[in-house]
Every structure is written in C-alpha cells, then in structure tokens.
C-alpha cells in the first residue's frame, strides 16, 4: 500500500483533517456555462453555454431529496455567473427556506438593488475581481461600492485574481480595496493552469517576486458585526502526528495552503461523497469538486445516482478548492 505524506505546517506535521459537522452536506453546485465575462484563465466550457441544462423543478426536487437524505446543506453556488441564472433567487430562497446555508462566487455583475431582498441570506459571499473585464476605474469603485453594500449584511470576501501579465493592475485595486474597506476580507488568488482539474489550457507564470507576494501574503478580514446572520461555520481540524490538539482550520490556513500549494493529499484517504457533493452545469454529479472516483449519476436521474459508500483514495497532488480541503481525510494506516 502506497501511503501518503504528511503536509509540514507551523513547524508539525499535518497527518488528517477531521471534519466534526455531521449530517450535513456540503454541496457545490456549478448552476450554469454561461457568464459576462470570458476570462482566459477559465475553462472555456463554463462561459459558453446557453445558461441551464435542466429544468427548475428538477433541481428543486433533488435538493429537497438532499435535505432528506443529509439531514441539511451548506450550498457552494458558483458558474458561469449563477446570478444571470433565471432561477437564481429560487434557489437561494428555497435553501434558506428549509434551513440550510448558502455562499456565492460571483463577479458582482448585478447592481446594487438586485442585492436587497437576498443579501442576507447567505451564510458568505465571495466576489471575483478579474481583471480583463474591469475596464476602468469607475469600473473598480462600483465593485467596491457593491462589496461594501452587501458586506453590511453577510461576510463578504473580494477574491482578487491575480494575473501575472496584469499584476500591477490587479495590486493596484489590492491597494485601494484595502484603503476604502468598511466591512469585507480581501485574498490574493493564485491562479491554477488548469482550474485546479485536468490538463494546463492557459500559461500561468509567475515571477519570484510575484511568488513570494502570494506565500507571503496574510489573509485580511475586516466583518461587520452580523447578529442576524445564518452563518455557516466549517468544523474542520487539522491533526498532528505528534498528538498534539487539533487545530481549527481558518480562512487563513485555508489560503496559505492554497497559495503555498501544500495542499497535497495524494494516496490519502478522503471523505468527498460521504460529506460532499458536486453537480455539474449539465446535472452531472460527482464526489467533489476535484472529480476523484468520477461521475456518480445526474440529478435529471436522481433514483439511479450512485451514492458513495466509503471513502475515496485521493489520486490528485494538489487540492485546489477549499470545499474539498474542509472534508475529512487522513493518511492510510
């Protein structure tokens, strides 16, 4: 049996991430493949599309069979751009109606008044700059404007991603996001090749000094108080071949990991499927968002999804997203 390897962090070595949320479901779903932007570094299959591959009542009926099934869900929404979704808001509605939680990748396309009536019914917002469609500046202070409208009534990060070719640019808005901040966490993103998932499409290089920026860079947060939010709030630990207590898993720990690329779990044993779901634009479902064990079933054919069993054996070197970094996963014994 080929094990896998331990992830050095703060001087100790990480041998399991233990996530203590039972009976919850994290489901990601990418609702659509179409956006408003075309950005290079995307796959081109998600802003290309016509918008849906399934009818609402399709998805309705399997999130309320998740529900069933899961006992409550936490629902990553992302695209394409979810919000031209022509059911968007019914699916922010009905999660937060049967008690679930919700956050959301955008790129903040709506304007302001879109937000007002749903803004607080999500548990986190995450709003994409990208820098080849931010034409000018008045273009940046709108985004802003936006982050800091509805940062007031949910935890809102502003995700800059950071393109080499455009790092100026894009520290630039770093900059002046930071000094005009009232209430949202800004990240510097790091940008994958290949979306975290399958062959390179796009050159993605960075200097050395671009590089040590993004190692270096410290997660910054500044959250309004929420007193009414329905919050969600990841239960993942990070373990210790030393046996030392366990370490809660923040956003801060969540970037470096990602940034750093130590996020590093091959031949280890994971619990997407059993904690997790991902859907596809075109109703495809699988374990999570890395795609590890391959397609499971199709929400247009709920009764005949294969639903995971037991844990998986990751064959990936780097864990791109966060949803699949929360899950439970440990060194084989």
Known sequence: MI?????????????????????HLFLTWVLNNICTNHCSYCPKEIHSGKNHNYEWEIARKFILNCFEKYGNIHCSVSGGEPTVSPFFKDLVNLIYDNGGTMHLTT?????????KD??????????????????????EDMFIEKANFIGQSTSMCVRIMMLPNMWDKCYNFYKKASRENKGYAIELVRILPNFGVGEDYCDITYTDEQNDILNSYVFEAMYPKHTDLRKYMSQSFLKYDDNSTPERMDQGKEVYLENTKKANFLNWSCDIGLESLFVHFNGNVQRGNCGVGGFIG????????????????????????????????????
Not at 107 to 114: C, D, G, M, Q, S
């Open 118 to 139: 749903i803004r607080f019914k999500f548990s986190s917002i995450a709003a994409s700059y990208h820098p080849e469609f931010m034409p000018s500046e008045r273009a």
């Open 107 to 115: 790129n903040l396309v709506k304007p302001i008044n879109y937000w």
């Open 3 to 23: 094990l896998g390897t331990p992830i050095s962090m703060n001087d100790k070595n990480v041998v399991a991430i233990e996530n203590r949320l039972k009976n």
């Open 298 to 333: 199709n929400i247009n054919d709920f009764e005949n999804i294969s639903w995971p069993k037991e844990s998986i054996t990751c064959d990936k070197s780097l864990c791109h997203c966060v949803a699949d970094l929360l899950m439970s996963k440990r060194i084989k014994d």
